[in-house]
């Protein structure tokens, strides 16, 4: 299976910071990553998709880059509906994995 | 809109059999090229991807859970259904089912996902 490996798992921020979460794939997976967002007692809703694509209706302060094994997710102004719990998705190859999630608080 | 809906018994016996249903709405299951999966998710933890149904019969297993896994399809009611065998409180999370875009043409990625629904295993 590809490990997908998500730094950090906790990120302390405030209200308009400009905020980077990391993950790293255990092997290439090419651009085949996606990113998630979950709000606590719903289900994760895509935000990005082929690693750096933004899902519609998704707000443009969320961006994705990277290929390979590194991708990043990045927030340019966080919002207060966006400190929640945030996943990568590899969908290179079978069985699909996630990262194990990166907790976004307020400070 | 498409919308997925979960359904079955929230509390199942250790060694029994899991059953939830997936109903889709906005949408038809055998339509679109899309894959129908179960996604589910530890309390407090990270997400599991557990398989799909695709093409109204082509499946695939997380091999971790393959050999007690099946997913199935009622075209007639536009819904698909998962059955876990011989759970353990290992088994005890919150099912999701989803619909994911081929990555062909639309680049991939799960796009509707149901509300989850809450299965404890215990005697």
């Known amino acids: 299976d590809i490990q997908m490996t998500q730094s950090p798992s906790t990120l302390s921020a405030s209200i308009g910071d400009r905020v980077t979460i990391t993950c790293r794939a255990s092997?290439?997976?090419?651009?085949?990553l996606a990113w998630y967002q979950q709000k606590p007692g719903k289900a994760p809703k895509l935000l990005i998709y082929?690693?750096?694509s933004l899902e519609s209706g998704v707000p443009s302060r969320f961006s994705g880059s990277g290929s390979g094994t590194e991708f990043t997710l990045t927030i340019s102004s966080l919002q207060p509906d966006d400190f929640v719990t945030y996943y990568c998705q590899q969908y290179n190859g079978y069985p699909w994995t996630f990262g194990q999630g990166t907790k976004v608080e307020i400070k | 809109q498409v919308q997925l809906q979960e359904s079955g018994p929230g509390l199942v016996k250790p060694s029994q059999t899991l059953s939830l249903t997936c109903t889709v709405s906005g949408g038809s299951i055998s339509s679109g090229g899309y894959y129908w999966s179960w996604i589910r998710q530890h309390p407090g933890k990270g997400l599991e991807w557990i398989g799909y149904?695709?093409?109204?019969?082509?499946?695939y297993y997380n091999p971790s859970l393959k050999s007690r896994v099946t997913i199935s399809v009622d075209t007639s009611k536009n819904q698909f259904s998962l059955e876990l065998s011989s759970v353990t409180a290992a088994d005890t999370a919150i099912y999701y089912c989803?619909?994911?875009?081929?990555?062909?043409?639309?680049?991939?990625?799960?796009?509707?996902w149901g509300q989850g629904a809450l299965v404890t295993v215990s005697s």
């Open positions: 989803a619909r994911e875009r081929p990555r062909g043409t639309t680049k991939g990625g799960f796009d509707y």
């Open positions: 149904l695709y093409n109204s019969g082509s499946t």
């Open positions: 092997q290439t997976i090419g651009s085949w």
């Open positions: 082929k690693a750096s």
